[in-house]
C-alpha cells in the first residue's frame, strides 16, 4: 500500500492505511450501526494477521522501500495463492467513458511510465515514491513476490495506460488492525497519470466502474473501502461521486481520513 495518500482527479491516490481503533463505521448519531464487527473471524484472518504483528520493521500500510515482508508463508497460506479471485481475469469494462481494464503490472514494460507518474509533484507530495525508477520498483515488487493480497495494475481506458491501481485485501492488510473489518473486504488505490485525465470527473467514472467489478467478481465480498486524505477535497468528492458512501473521519499515523465505502447493499442506490 501506498506510504501516503494519492488523489484521483488531482492525481492523488484514494486510500491509504488506517491509524487508529475507532470504530469507523459509528453512525453519527449515536444509534447501533450495521457495520459494528460483531462475528467470529476466520481462522486465515487471525493467522494472517498475527504474521503481520510479527513482521518486524512494517509500517502500517508501508508497501515501500525498506518494510519488511511479512512471512505470509508460515501463517497457513501459500505464498503465490490468488486471494482477490483472479483480478486478471475481471476483463473489460463498458464506462461513459470507454472501455476500461485492468492488467496486472509488468516491471519490464510498465515500470518507466509509473515511475514518471510517481514523480509528478501533485503526485510525490502524497505517494511518496519519487525518485529514480527503482523507488517505484521496489514498492511494486513487494507486492509482485506476496501472496497475492496485493495486486498492482495498469488501468488503460481504450487501450491506452493511463492510471496506476492496487486492489488488495484489506481485511487481510495492517489496515485491519485500524477499522471494524470484514472477511473478504477490498481495497482500492488509484492513481490516474496524466494532468489532462484529471479533474473531469474520469476518477469517478472509473472508481464506480472498478469497485462494482470487484463485488461482482468477488461474491464472498460485501465492500469495498478506500481511504483518501480529509484534506484531499477531490478524492473525497470522487469517490461520493463514484457511489461511496463517507463512513467517518479518523486520525492516521501521516494525516487525517474519510474512510469511503461502497456497499454491495446499497450499489444500485448510490
Same mark, same amino acid.
Given at each position: 500500500m501506498p506510504p501516503n495518500d494519492a488523489s484521483t482527479d488531482? @492525481?492523488? #491516490? *484514494?486510500? %491509504?492505511?488506517?491509524?487508529t481503533d475507532t470504530a469507523l463505521d459509528a453512525d453519527p448519531g449515536g444509534e447501533d450501526s450495521e457495520d459494528t464487527l460483531d462475528l467470529r473471524l476466520p481462522a486465515e484472518f487471525l493467522a494472517l494477521f498475527a504474521a503481520t504483528e510479527e513482521?518486524? @520493521?512494517?509500517?502500517?500500510? #508501508?508497501?515501500?522501500?525498506g518494510a519488511a515482508l511479512p512471512a505470509w508463508s508460515a501463517s497457513g497460506v501459500a505464498a503465490g495463492d490468488d486471494l482477490?479471485?483472479?483480478?486478471? #481475469?475481471?476483463? *473489460?469494462?463498458?464506462?461513459?467513458a470507454g472501455v476500461f481494464q485492468l492488467v496486472p503490472v509488468r516491471v519490464e514494460l510498465d515500470l518507466p511510465l509509473i515511475s514518471r507518474w510517481m514523480n509528478d509533484p501533485a503526485v510525490a507530495a502524497f505517494w511518496e515514491l519519487a525518485g529514480p525508477q527503482s523507488v517505484t520498483k521496489e514498492h511494486v515488487r513487494a507486492q509482485l513476490v506476496g501472496d497475492g493480497r496485493s495486486v498492482p495494475c495498469v488501468g488503460k481506458l481504450d487501450g491506452t495506460r493511463m492510471s496506476y491501481w492496487e486492489i488488495y485485501r484489506a481485511d487481510l492488510d495492517p489496515v485491519a488492525r485500524h477499522y471494524p473489518a470484514?472477511?473478504?473486504?477490498?481495497?482500492?488505490h488509484l492513481l490516474i497519470g496524466d494532468?489532462?485525465?484529471?479533474?473531469?470527473?474520469?476518477?469517478?467514472?472509473?472508481?464506480?466502474?472498478? %469497485? #462494482?467489478r470487484a463485488l461482482e467478481r468477488r461474491p464472498a465480498c460485501a465492500r469495498v473501502i478506500a481511504e483518501p486524505d480529509m484534506r484531499n477535497t477531490p478524492s473525497v468528492a470522487a469517490f461520493l461521486s463514484a457511489g461511496f458512501r463517507f463512513s467517518a473521519e479518523v486520525d492516521l499515523p501521516a494525516k487525517r481520513a474519510a474512510l469511503m465505502v461502497r456497499d454491495r447493499a446499497l450499489r444500485n442506490l448510490l
Open positions: 488531482a @492525481g492523488i #491516490d *484514494p486510500t %491509504a492505511s488506517l491509524g513482521a518486524e @520493521g512494517e509500517a502500517v500500510g #508501508d508497501g515501500g522501500e482477490l479471485d483472479h483480478v486478471v #481475469d475481471w476483463g *473489460p469494462i463498458t464506462t461513459a470484514r472477511p473478504h473486504d477490498t481495497g482500492i494532468v489532462s485525465d484529471r479533474g473531469r470527473g474520469l476518477a469517478s467514472t472509473l472508481l464506480r466502474a472498478v %469497485a #462494482d
